[in-house]
């Protein structure tokens, strides 16, 4: 089963996102950033989803690290925010983020994404 | 204790007129008039040292030019009848030439005032308002050299200078005011207190005027007329100084108009900063509880937590529409501040309006059975914000589904019309009341009906489509008829450069 790390800060969007997903794939939870990098580093997800307006670390700065990190490099992330400006998606390419999605979401939006990224090409 | 009333008799008027005309008289009026125009020098001279401004320089440089000279002038009169007053400098002397010389510097500076006042409308036709300043001095100096030269054949200089050399500058005087009159009647609009300029000339005027019944009327030898004479010059002067001095007040008076007005800015701006970051806090703030609800009727409704009764399922239907209306009301304040804030500019970009044939964008049809139909041609390119003019049609084509009932039609057209285009979202719907036509573009302003609100509108996508079309410069025409149906045209103007309001 492919892993997913899920880095969100809200515990019950969190929650019930690890709800959703867990049928299909192993679920990880981290509710900051800093936290969310080192299991990343640890578990070596195949998605990280990742909340941009995280405590502490904002979720571009979190998103970079990831990118400097080696054995992460291959590692598809799917970025989650509320603000929807032309300006934050094309930051979140820069960072290297590989799909957005914008709050609030169906389950489906989330569900196809995840798919498109891990299994699609 | 002196009567008031007897010192302004007529008879004391008369008495100070003539001490003007006698070297007494005339030594204090150059004696005044040369105070005036060393102040108004002095302010003048200062300004035009601070000035930066180029264009402002060269009208201070013609007003110093001319009060310089003014200045001059009363000077070497003040010396003159200084000299005869106190020393024994006999003016007899000065006969032969003075008249001469003091009319002409008389006449450059009237020529140099005129210039300086009437500067401000010549200020873009730079050649036109040199061409006409040489003119005059070249008029007044060949005037000059043939009163010399005509001066040098006769005997009897007194004679002929009391007569036609007087009658000849009269005359130039008189012509050069007449200039100044008939500029300022044509272009009187571009000049600032042109009331009080206009008023100076027509006095200055009334010296060569009264000079001319003199010379005419009484072969230039009534005194009254020559004591008349005296004060008006001294007037004019002082008119055009208040002007010069309101002008130069002008600037401190604009100035502090100008930091007034960037204070005001710098505070809207500070206000509309906060508002644009208040709207888009709150609607992220909005946004993630919203999201929350969302995700959790999911995993409800799909049986995550357990089977549903019909009634459970039923009640969770109701709950997701509820906060799917209240996702879409954010999005729509959002975008709604966003476009009044003025500061989204507009994305122009050539596009084709085909790509409005996308079934995504008029979901809704489907299910309530109604048609579609576009009629435009195969390739419709025009010249607009893409993403705004979507917007525009997708909130036209959500409407016009929404208030048609099942079997019905909804048609969609763009033409060419050559200085604009136009796009049009027609139904055979229920149709828009007079009455309700004036509020149809209002926020907030849904057509009274229990229906349409559960129908899960927001009420602003009409504010929107206008504030789009506003941007655009264009217009919104609608047409509708109950029972019948309604037409939303849409009309942009294709010259989008030289309109476009940001």
């Known amino acids: 089963m492919k892993k997913i790390l899920i880095i969100e800060d809200d515990e019950n969007i969190a929650n019930a996102e690890k709800l959703i997903l867990e049928g299909d794939y192993e679920v990880h939870v981290a509710n900051e950033g800093d936290t969310g990098f080192e299991i990343a580093k640890k578990i070596n997800p195949d998605l990280i989803i990742l909340d941009l307006m995280l405590p502490n670390r904002g979720g571009y700065d979190v998103c970079y690290n990831i990118r400097q990190e080696e054995n992460l490099k291959s590692t598809k992330i799917l970025m989650v925010t509320a603000l929807n400006q032309q300006v934050d998606k094309s930051k979140g390419v820069m960072v290297g983020t590989d799909a957005y999605l914008t709050k609030p979401f169906e389950a489906e939006d989330l569900l196809s994404n995840v798919s498109k990224l891990l299994n699609g090409q | ?502």
């Not at chain 2, 204090?28 to 040292?49: D, H, R, T």
């Not at chain 2, 009187?188 to 001319?212: C, D, E, Q, T």
């Not at chain 2, 596009?351 to 489907?366: I, Q, R, T």
């Not at chain 2, 059975?369 to 607009?384: C, E, G, K, N, Q």
Request: charged share 25%; proline share 2%.
């Open chain 2, 1 to 502: 204790m002196a009567d008031v009333t007897t010192i302004f008799t007529p008879d004391a008027l008369h008495k100070f007129f003539f001490f003007l005309s006698t070297p007494d008289g005339a030594f204090f009026k150059s004696a005044v008039e040369f105070i005036i125009f060393l102040l108004l020098s002095y302010m003048v001279i200062s300004e035009f040292l601070q000035t930066v401004d180029n264009d402002r320089k060269k009208e201070l440089k013609y007003f110093m030019i001319a009060f310089v000279s003014l200045l001059i002038n009363s000077l070497l009169q003040v010396i003159i009848y200084a000299g005869v007053l106190f020393t024994d400098f006999d003016i007899i002397d000065l006969n032969s030439f003075w008249p001469v010389v003091d009319r002409i510097l008389s006449l450059i500076t009237l020529v140099l005032l005129v210039n300086a006042f009437i500067y401000p409308v010549f200020r873009k036709k730079i050649f036109r308002f040199e061409f006409d300043l040489k003119l005059q001095v070249l008029i007044i100096l060949i005037g000059g050299i043939v009163v010399e030269i005509s001066w040098i054949l006769q005997d009897n200089i007194s004679d002929f200078l009391d007569f036609w050399g007087d009658y000849f500058f009269v005359l130039l005087e008189f012509l050069i005011i007449a200039y100044a009159l008939y500029e300022l009647l044509l272009h009187s609009k571009r000049l600032r207190y042109r009331g009080n300029i206009f008023l100076a000339f027509w006095i200055y005027m009334l010296v060569p005027l009264l000079h001319f019944f003199n010379i005419i009327l009484f072969d230039n030898d009534s005194i009254r007329l020559r004591l008349l004479e005296q004060p008006f010059p001294v007037i004019a002067i002082l008119l055009l100084t208040q002007v010069t001095y309101l002008k130069l007040v002008d600037k401190a008076y604009l100035r502090e108009k100008l930091s007034e007005t960037e204070e005001k800015y710098k505070v809207e701006k500070k206000l509309s900063d906060m508002k644009d970051e208040f709207v888009s806090v709150v609607s992220h703030e909005l946004r993630t509880p919203l999201t929350s609800v969302k995700l959790y009727l999911s995993l409800l409704e799909n049986g995550k937590f357990g089977e549903l009764n019909e009634k459970q399922k039923e009640a969770l239907n109701i709950i997701e529409s509820e906060s799917d209306r209240l996702s879409r009301l954010i999005s729509d304040i959002l975008s709604l501040s966003k476009l009044e804030s003025g500061k989204e500019g507009l994305r122009l970009d050539v596009f084709d309006m085909n790509v409005l044939k996308n079934p995504l964008y008029y979901a809704a049809a489907e299910e309530k059975d109604i048609s579609v139909s576009f009629y435009m041609p195969p390739r419709f390119a025009v010249r607009a914000d893409k993403a705004m003019i979507t917007q525009v049609f997708v909130n036209l084509i959500s409407n016009a589904i929404k208030f048609t009932e099942s079997g019905g039609s909804v048609t969609v057209s763009c033409e060419d019309l050559g200085r604009e285009w136009s796009l049009s979202v027609a139904d055979t719907g229920k149709g828009i009341a007079k009455k309700e036509m004036s509020k149809l573009f209002d926020k907030f302003y849904q057509v009274e009906e229990h229906m349409t609100r559960t129908k899960g509108g927001t009420g602003l996508g009409l504010s929107i489509v206008k504030k789009i079309i506003d941007m655009h410069n264009g217009r919104i025409n609608v047409d509708s008829e109950i029972g019948k149906g309604s037409r939303f045209t849409v009309y942009i103007p294709k010259d989008l450069n030289r309109e476009v309001k940001i």
